[in-house]
């Protein structure tokens, strides 16, 4: 690593998950040495969402919630009342009963969604919302916003995965810190 000319310097690295040893050892011209080790534990907060289809009770970090319309699917997709998926992160959704529109906010990124549109906007850039089918589109169930919870939640940086099996979709975001 090079050195300043004020005896310097810096290097970036990233850490995994858990415990990380750094080892440090610099020697200098007359062949002196010295060496440091450093334990960082890197801490990854992690929410972790469960929704089973045609279920009211959904989990967050394992801990029950009654929702007021469970998932379902429509075209092939999940669908749910997305608020579901974003008071759990701190993400803001508003509404604009005018445009029939969505507004979902979360750190930098913003998404909006129209009632019955198969194009939604994340950070000013048109989207569709399933490029292999043009039905897939947000639409009022039971008094309802239901999204497809797919599209909103890997474009908020969550990983999304579903089991045919039980009917389950999990959603899990991690944040370092």
């Known amino acids: 690593i090079p050195i300043s000319s ?22 200098d011209n007359a062949q002196n040495k010295i060496i440091k080790e450093f334990q960082i534990v890197r801490v990854v907060k992690r ?5 089973q ?15 007021e319309v469970s998932p379902q699917i429509i075209q092939n997709r999940t669908y ?18 005018d445009e029939k529109k969505v507004t979902i906010i979360f750190k930098e990124i913003t998404i909006e969604l129209w009632i019955g549109r198969n194009l939604a906007k994340v950070n000013g850039l048109y ?3 399933d490029p292999n ?22 474009n908020l ?7 045919p099996a039980t009917q389950i979709v999990i959603i899990t975001y991690e944040e370092g810190e």
Not at 55 to 63: D, L, P, R
Not at 157 to 163: H, R, T
């Open 80 to 97: 749910l009342p997305i608020r579901y998926v974003l008071e759990p992160l701190g993400a803001n959704l508003s509404w604009d009963g």
């Open 53 to 67: 289809l045609n279920n009211e009770i959904m989990y967050i970090n394992n801990n029950p919630l009654k929702m």
């Open 127 to 129: 989207k569709l919302i």
């Open 6 to 27: 004020d005896d310097k310097f810096s290097y970036s690295l990233d850490l995994f998950e858990g415990n990380n040893k750094i080892i440090i050892e610099a020697e």
């Open 157 to 163: 940086g969550c990983k999304v995965d579903w089991n």
């Open 133 to 154: 089918n043009p039905k897939i589109v947000p639409m009022v169930i039971q008094g309802r916003t239901m999204l497809p919870v797919r599209f909103v939640a890997e």
């Open 47 to 51: 929410t972790i969402m469960v929704f």
